[in-house]
């Protein structure tokens, strides 16, 4: 962010040394207020930020919001100007999307513009932009010289949505009837910190492996599909749970007769699930240029011993589907209830 601000010193709307408007600042930022959606939270940048760019002689402006997660007497603290009118700065920051009508001409903006795959939604923004000759910079573009994205909060999604997914089991399971640990563990926006939520999350773990499970939904199992930043992070939500990693293969044994004091999960990669049409058989290098060849058997040799399914890959509509509605209309259809069943303690109607 400083070599930025650096490149923005003598730019259109920059601050130059000899202007004494800008009380000898080199340059000046502003973070935005976040307004294009209701529950957006979040900051580009945290307080011990903004302390190292003043420190270096930025001037940064940030636009008060009493929906920020971050209170602003951090950021004045930390040496940040709190103002309504951002209109100074040369580079304007945020995490999402300016409304087109408050964005300024001349101006380099910063954020997620989910322009790259030319999504349709975001289109007029991006000819709002070019009309008012206002450089872009897409976090998503900023990369290392290895080209591996800089600036991306996938690991941070599969964490929040991990933590998410477990707090929305816990009260599906006391739905049908079956209070559990996970009652305990909240939405990850409740929490101060990850910290606290995953804390949260240990505890929970502690009383799984006291036994508190109730034993007639049986052992939960968790599949984790893909391998990158999304699933990465939440595996290491349910990591902090009393958690055996097994083989796909595996799943059919362990959700009938594993250890109720454990959860048990799964990384899926292609070659467990996609094979060809024509003769059943799994090549990748094939599959990269004619997905459209393949199928997946996800619905017979995972799904009927899934708990929970952690999807963290990307599809579109050439690659094959892990499930289809039929399918999920059939792995949803009662079981036979067994004669251990009881209306206190009944069993899971589907897995």
């Not at 999504?119 to 290895?146: H, S």
């Not at 949260?200 to 391998?227: H, N, Q, W």
Request: overall charge positive; aromatic content about 8%.
């Amino acid at each position: 962010m400083l070599r930025l601000l650096r490149r923005q010193g003598g730019g259109v709307g920059g601050c130059m040394y000899s202007q004494r408007r800008c009380n000898h600042h080199r340059t000046v930022m502003a973070i935005r207020r976040e307004d294009i959606n209701v529950w957006e939270r979040r900051a580009p940048l945290a307080p011990r930020h903004i302390k190292e760019i003043t420190n270096a002689g930025h001037k940064v402006l940030v636009q008060p919001s009493n929906r920020r997660a971050i209170h602003e007497r951090y950021y004045e603290k930390a040496g940040a100007v709190i103002q309504e009118d951002i209109s100074e700065a040369s580079l304007i920051i945020g995490v999402k999307r300016p409304p087109e009508e408050k964005v300024f001409p001349h101006k380099t903006y910063a954020f997620f513009s989910h322009t790259i795959k030319a999504q349709e939604a975001n289109m007029g923004l991006l000819d709002d932009m070019l009309k008012k000759q206002v450089r872009l910079i897409d976090y998503e573009k900023m990369v290392d010289p290895n080209g591996f994205r800089i600036v991306a909060f996938g690991q941070w999604a599969g964490v929040a949505g991990m933590i998410n997914i477990l707090h929305g089991l816990g009260l599906r399971f006391l739905a049908l009837g079956h209070h559990t640990p996970f009652m305990h563990i909240g939405m990850a926006h409740n929490y101060r910190n990850v910290s606290q939520a995953v804390q949260a999350v240990r505890d929970c773990g502690y009383e799984i492996s006291l036994g508190l499970m109730p034993k007639s939904i049986g052992p939960l199992t968790f599949v984790f599909t893909g391998t990158g930043n999304v699933s990465k992070g939440a595996q290491e939500i349910i990591n902090e749970l009393p958690c055996d990693f097994v083989e796909p293969h595996e799943l059919e044994e362990v959700s009938k007769s594993g250890d109720m004091t454990k959860v048990y999960a799964t990384v899926l990669s292609r070659h467990h699930h996609l094979v060809r049409k024509s003769d059943s058989v799994y090549d990748p290098l094939e599959y990269e240029i004619h997905p459209e060849l393949y199928t997946s058997h996800f619905r017979q040799s995972i799904a009927p011993y899934t708990t929970c399914l952690i999807n963290g890959i990307y599809w579109d509509p050439q690659t094959p589907r892990l499930l289809r509605r039929l399918d999920a209309q059939r792995l949803l259809r009662p079981v036979e209830r067994s004669v251990r069943a009881t209306e206190g303690s009944p069993e899971l109607p589907h897995r």
